[in-house]
């Protein structure tokens, strides 16, 4: 059982309280009609800083029995490309691993592998869980915890994941897990962090990777993001939509040092 890491601090540990929150964080004028998208990108910070746009990222989009959740690893602890298979604890109840889709990635590549050590303080997907639980009773997670890999790499797990998808035959959301710059200005970070979600928009996985890496962009979650573009293209994804993009400064008052966000839908 992976028990909770940030209950009570990113999120409330309490089932009613929680509940209460992720409804209050919704928009207030909500569209009915959700997309059938392939992948999402939402970002992981603590609720009274990001939640109101993952909220709002999810809410947009029809969420299937089980979903792909692909996120950086923060405490450079367990394997590279690390699966978990352990029944998670969250506070709105226990989430099941999907085991046949991670034998399919297991199948698929030896970048593969189950760790739960890379899981078991990580933040990252942890975030993302109740938000997809207020939407899918009986949701079935597959964790993957990724260090930073060559852009070689992140192609051949995103083939792998691709194939898995194909394989398995049931409707699959990806989600990519990540901030944006880190503890930047206003300013510099909107600066740096446009440069990242053109590319993004434009479904350009390879000049994401290029970008992040040559402006010094702290996009944790750049390798997610980029396996995440590289396998929604293969899918056939034709459309990168920008849901909305924010910083922490809004909530926190500072703007000298922020931490910025982007939802983005991809189909």
Same mark, same amino acid.
């Given at each position: 059982?992976?028990?909770?890491?940030?209950?009570?601090?990113?999120?409330?540990?309490?089932?009613?309280?929680? #509940?209460?929150?992720?409804?209050?964080?919704?928009?207030?004028?909500?569209?009915?009609?959700?997309?059938?998208?392939?992948?999402?990108?939402?970002?992981?910070?603590?609720?009274?800083?990001?939640?109101?746009?993952?909220?709002?990222?999810?809410?947009?989009?029809?969420?299937?029995?089980?979903?792909?959740?692909?996120?950086?690893?923060? #405490?450079?602890?367990?394997?590279?490309?690390?699966?978990?298979?352990?029944?998670?604890?969250?506070?709105?109840?226990?989430?099941?691993?999907?085991?046949?889709?991670?034998?399919?990635?297991?199948?698929?590549?030896?970048?593969?592998?189950?760790?739960?050590?890379?899981?078991?303080?990580?933040?990252?997907?942890?975030?993302?869980?109740?938000?997809?639980?207020? %939407?899918?009773?009986?949701?079935?997670?597959?964790?993957?915890?990724? &260090?930073?890999?060559?852009? #070689?790499?992140?192609?051949?797990?995103?083939?792998?994941?691709?194939?898995?998808?194909? %394989?398995?035959?049931?409707?699959?959301?990806?989600?990519?897990?990540?901030?944006?710059?880190?503890?930047?200005?206003?300013?510099?970070? %909107? %600066?740096?962090?446009?440069?990242?979600?053109?590319?993004?928009?434009?479904?350009?996985?390879?000049?994401?990777?290029?970008?992040?890496?040559?402006?010094?962009? &702290?996009?944790?979650?750049?390798?997610?993001?980029?396996?995440?573009?590289?396998?929604?293209?293969?899918?056939?994804?034709?459309?990168?939509?920008?849901?909305?993009?924010?910083?922490?400064?809004?909530?926190?008052?500072?703007?000298?040092?922020?931490?910025?966000?982007?939802?983005?839908?991809?189909?």
């Amino acid at each position: 059982m992976r028990k909770p890491t940030v209950a009570n601090r990113f999120y409330p540990g309490n089932r009613e309280q929680l #509940t209460r929150e992720i409804k209050d964080l919704l928009p207030p004028t909500q569209s009915s009609e959700k997309v059938k998208a392939l992948a999402v990108m939402s970002p992981h910070a603590g609720y009274i800083y990001s939640g109101a746009l993952a909220a709002k990222t999810f809410h947009q989009v029809e969420i299937p029995e089980t979903v792909v959740l692909l996120g950086p690893n923060h #405490t450079g602890q367990g394997s590279p490309v690390a699966l978990s298979a352990d029944t998670w604890d969250m506070t709105l109840g226990n989430v099941e691993v999907n085991s046949d889709f991670n034998t399919l990635l297991l199948q698929n590549s030896p970048l593969f592998r189950i760790d739960e050590t890379a899981h078991r303080f990580e933040h990252s997907l942890e975030v993302q869980i109740p938000f997809l639980q207020m %939407q899918k009773k009986n949701l079935k997670i597959v964790p993957v915890i990724l &260090s930073h890999l060559s852009y #070689t790499d992140c192609k051949e797990l995103a083939k792998a994941l691709a194939f898995a998808i194909k %394989q398995y035959k049931e409707d699959i959301l990806i989600v990519a897990s990540t901030d944006m710059s880190h503890f930047e200005s206003r300013k510099i970070a %909107q %600066q740096k962090d446009s440069m990242a979600v053109r590319e993004i928009e434009q479904l350009n996985p390879k000049g994401l990777f290029q970008t992040v890496i040559e402006n010094n962009i &702290s996009m944790c979650g750049m390798i997610p993001t980029v396996i995440t573009m590289l396998a929604v293209k293969i899918l056939g994804a034709t459309s990168s939509q920008l849901v909305d993009y924010t910083d922490s400064g809004y909530v926190a008052g500072e703007t000298s040092q922020v931490v910025g966000y982007a939802g983005v839908i991809l189909s």
